[in-house]
């Protein structure tokens, strides 16, 4: 029982780049999330994914794409990468409504030059 | 607009001792709250949680306190143990607002011998 993982741990994007963080998890949850976490700021909700089929715009959505793939997977896409982009990057999941916690992936370092 | 804010960038403990971790809000309307913790290069996990009908919850040596009419919640840790060194991050939401949960910066706690 892995929970959450991302792929990849870290990655180095040129501006304008584009690119796909994976998300996937093993716990049969309906609900699927993107964070992202600057310094000295806490998690800011991108996107989520409340069940399979539908997905909704968070807090800070300019610049991504996202895909519910199925139950199981959640993918956040950068079409063209810039410098504020740069963050440690969080998908969670959780069983269901709001009194549900939500479990979290290790993260993905994401740096763009 | 950082609607859940914690005050205290940092905190050092001994151990043995009570840890005290503070955070406040600003949306009268948040309706649940939770506390997560963080270790370097692993994602939050949940620590503790606390609907609004209620001023306090407990689970073993974590209690966290809720004062509505001052939009301040509060994390104890009693007794404080070197594992407990992390990230604290308190969370907030409206049970209407799927999982639409606003983090604080976080709180780093370090526990000395």
């Known amino acids: 029982n892995a929970g959450v993982t991302q792929t990849p741990k870290f990655q180095v994007l040129k501006t304008g780049q584009s690119m796909t963080l994976q998300c996937a998890q093993d716990?049969?949850?309906?609900?699927m999330y993107w964070y992202r976490q600057d310094p000295g700021m806490g998690l800011r909700l991108i996107y989520y994914s409340a069940s399979e089929g539908t997905t909704d715009k968070g807090e800070v959505p300019n610049g991504y794409n996202v895909s519910r793939l199925n139950k199981r997977e959640f993918s956040l896409r950068l079409e063209s990468a810039a410098p504020s982009q740069t963050s440690v990057y969080f998908c969670?999941?959780?069983?269901?409504?709001?009194?549900?916690?939500?479990?979290f992936g290790p993260g993905t370092r994401l740096t763009v030059l | 607009d950082q609607q859940v804010k914690q005050n205290s960038p940092s905190l050092s403990v001994q151990e043995g001792r009570i840890s005290i971790l503070n955070c406040d809000y600003t949306n009268s309307m948040f309706d649940y709250f939770l506390w997560y913790k963080k270790y370097p290069a692993e994602g939050p996990t949940f620590l503790i949680s606390i609907s609004s009908i209620k001023d306090k919850n407990e689970d073993g040596r974590f209690t966290v306190f809720l004062n509505k009419s001052a939009k301040h919640l509060s994390l104890h840790i009693v007794p404080s143990q070197p594992g407990d060194s992390a990230v604290y991050f308190c969370?907030?939401?409206?049970?209407?607002?799927?999982?639409?949960?606003?983090f604080g910066a976080g709180t780093q706690v370090v526990v000395t011998p």
């Open positions: 969370a907030a939401g409206r049970t209407d607002s799927w999982g639409k949960f606003q």
């Open positions: 716990m049969n949850h309906n609900s």
């Open positions: 969670a999941s959780s069983e269901g409504w709001v009194y549900n916690e939500q479990f």
